[in-house]
């Protein structure tokens, strides 16, 4: 255990976001890693307050930080404001969102063997937010790819590959119609390829990638996807392990790094102290192997295991009836030095 202390922002978010991230500040103090936490406000309230759900102290404070740990944001369909969650990615130049998708030991799910990271990139696609309508009833929506975005989350998902050593990396994509789009995106993924010889490399379109994945997903190791496919196949796979209150994940660039689970806000069971805190908790332990706490980190993996395994200690979520409260109590006690 280091005697450091780090310096993470906190941004506990909207909906359940307050409840699992306390959740998880209270599991990383019983674990012995000393964070000296800087909460900040963003998503619907602040919007109300200052006309933007992201305000520049909190994009200021996370860049000042390094890294930080955030509950989810929602955001408003059809109109309202932008999506917080893609201005913090945008903004920061988070590129990489990295999701691993484990099959945890003990709880009862659909498959066994599930070991993948989904590697999804984080700023531009679908997501590059340029609609506009071009006469009554008709409207279009740019999807932007650029050969550095696509070459930079290529090599992030190879070096994953490597580090981890993990033996394919395999590109969603869906070329065959979006010629020039996805096809820049694969070509990309063929120039990083080569520089990684040892790493089995090849490409699936992705509606077939989605039959894979509720058929056979223990043949995936690493999935590289572009924004909108990374976006709807994370939930995919979280589906397979478990569901969204498992599932964890981070959004990382040169600078900076915030950690959040893969769900959202949760608005239909937002404070009533039953949502899950694990994919938050793993998410926290995530960001303490950035913050080097690689032995506290393992702490709180193996707690969650432990807690898991007990029936008791599950939330609805995963056919229990512990309360948010409950689940972190049992992990906290698990995770101590
Ligand atoms: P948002 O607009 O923020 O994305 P949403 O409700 O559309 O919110 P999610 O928050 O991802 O999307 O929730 C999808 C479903 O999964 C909901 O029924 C929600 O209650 C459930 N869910 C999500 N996260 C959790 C969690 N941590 N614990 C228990 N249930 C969860």
């Not at 700023?123 to 790819?145: D, N, Q």
């Not at 997903?217 to 976006?231: A, C």
């Amino acid at each position: 255990m280091s005697s450091r202390e780090h310096e993470v922002v906190l941004i506990p978010g909207d909906g359940i976001g307050p409840e699992v991230t306390e959740a998880a500040v209270q599991v990383v103090e019983a674990a012995g890693v000393k964070i000296a936490w800087e909460r900040v406000e963003a998503g619907a309230d602040v919007f109300q307050k200052y006309g933007t759900p992201l305000p520049d102290p909190v994009l200021n404070a996370v860049r000042t930080a390094g890294s930080a740990l955030k509950g989810p944001i929602g955001t408003p369909v059809g109109g309202g404001f932008k999506s917080a969650n893609v201005l913090l990615r945008q903004s920061l130049d988070l590129y990489a969102c990295v999701r691993p998708v484990r099959t945890i030991p003990g709880l009862p799910v659909p498959f066994a063997g599930v070991d993948l990271v989904i590697v999804r990139e984080n700023t531009e696609g679908l997501y590059s937010g340029l609609e506009h309508r071009v006469a009554p009833g008709v409207v279009e929506s740019l999807k932007v790819v650029t050969e550095r975005a696509s070459l930079r989350i290529a090599r992030y998902a190879f070096e994953l590959a490597r580090r981890e050593g993990r033996k394919r990396v395999s590109a969603v994509h869906k070329a065959n119609i979006m010629k020039l789009s996805d096809g820049l995106f694969l070509e990309c993924a063929q120039r990083v390829a080569r520089d990684f010889p040892e790493i089995d490399y090849d490409e699936i379109i992705i509606d077939n990638c989605a039959m894979q994945l509720v058929t056979r997903p223990q043949q995936f190791q690493v999935l590289l996807l572009d924004n909108l496919y990374g976006d709807i196949l994370s939930d995919l796979c979280a589906g397979l392990v478990g569901g969204l209150g498992v599932v964890p994940g981070s959004n990382v660039g040169a600078d900076c790094a915030v950690f959040e689970a893969v769900h959202g806000s949760a608005p239909d069971i937002a404070g009533q102290g039953v949502a899950n805190p694990i994919a938050v908790i793993l998410s926290a332990a995530q960001l303490l192997r950035h913050l080097g706490e690689d032995d506290a980190a393992r702490r709180i993996e193996a707690g969650v295991h432990a807690t898991l395994a007990e029936p008791a200690l599950r939330t609805a979520d995963l056919g229990g009836s512990a309360g948010t409260a409950d689940i972190a109590r049992a992990i906290a006690e698990r995770a101590c030095p």
